[in-house]
């Protein structure tokens, strides 16, 4: 099955400073999602992006899908963007696959 | 849009004992997923209906687990007998096809501990 690797696994910034984490994945894909898990475990969809780039308020997202890749932008980090970020990709017959994630801590 | 409902929230049950978790998932959504995300990975997909039908659930363990989605709408996920290493998060989700284009969304999951 599909492999989705993300970069780096732990994240330690000063509230205010920008920061980028990157979703490599094995195989060509249709869509890609990132999600954000709060330090409450809650789950929560922040973009599907197949191809091209997507802004939301701080937060925007790159995926390169000839080069089997996606980033996500963090601009102006605060404390409540503290938690794991996931990337997700299909594997399959549209089974999708999570990857390791990012753990952000923004300390204030 | 009321979100995904899930319940309980938390379980604290002895290994060998059979447990039970249900998800009501957002009105009209077609698909539902059952994952499970044990301490410090990502979720891993146990289970995906589409409607009443299973549509992939190679990644369940048949011999303890089972999950029904009858009338195709809310949907129940059993462990029997539970072990010490089912100690995870299970998380529900929705989306309103298979087509994962829709996007997810979670409910705020089930924290089984297993002891």
């Known amino acids: 099955g599909i492999q989705v690797e993300q970069s780096p696994p732990d994240l330690i910034l000063q509230e205010g400073a920008n920061s980028t984490l990157r979703c490599n994945f094995s195989d060509s894909v249709n869509n890609l999602q990132w999600f954000h898990q709060n330090p409450w475990g809650q789950l929560i969809n922040l973009f599907y992006i197949p191809s091209g780039t997507k802004q939301n308020g701080r937060l925007s997202a790159t995926t390169v899908a000839t080069e089997r890749y996606s980033l996500l932008y963090i601009s102006s980090s605060q404390t409540t963007d503290s938690g794991v970020y996931f990337c997700a990709a299909p594997g399959g017959y549209q089974k999708v696959t999570f990857g390791t994630g990012t753990k952000l801590q923004v300390i204030p | 849009e009321a979100g995904v409902a899930q319940s309980p929230r938390y379980k604290i049950i002895e290994k060998r004992q059979s447990v039970a978790f249900w998800c009501n998932p957002i009105s009209g959504h077609a698909t539902l997923y059952w994952y499970q995300q044990i301490l410090g990975q990502g979720p891993k997909l146990l289970i995906q209906?589409?409607?009443?039908?299973?549509?992939?659930d190679s990644q369940l363990p048949k011999d303890r687990f089972s999950a029904e989605r009858l009338k195709g709408v809310d949907s129940t996920l059993k462990i029997q007998p539970a072990k010490l290493e089912d100690s995870a998060v299970y998380l529900c989700?929705?989306?309103?096809?298979?087509?994962?284009?829709?996007?997810?969304?979670f409910g705020s999951g089930t924290r089984l501990t297993v002891v």
């Open positions: 209906f589409q409607n009443n039908g299973v549509v992939d």
């Open positions: 989700a929705s989306s309103l096809d298979l087509e994962v284009s829709y996007g997810y969304t």
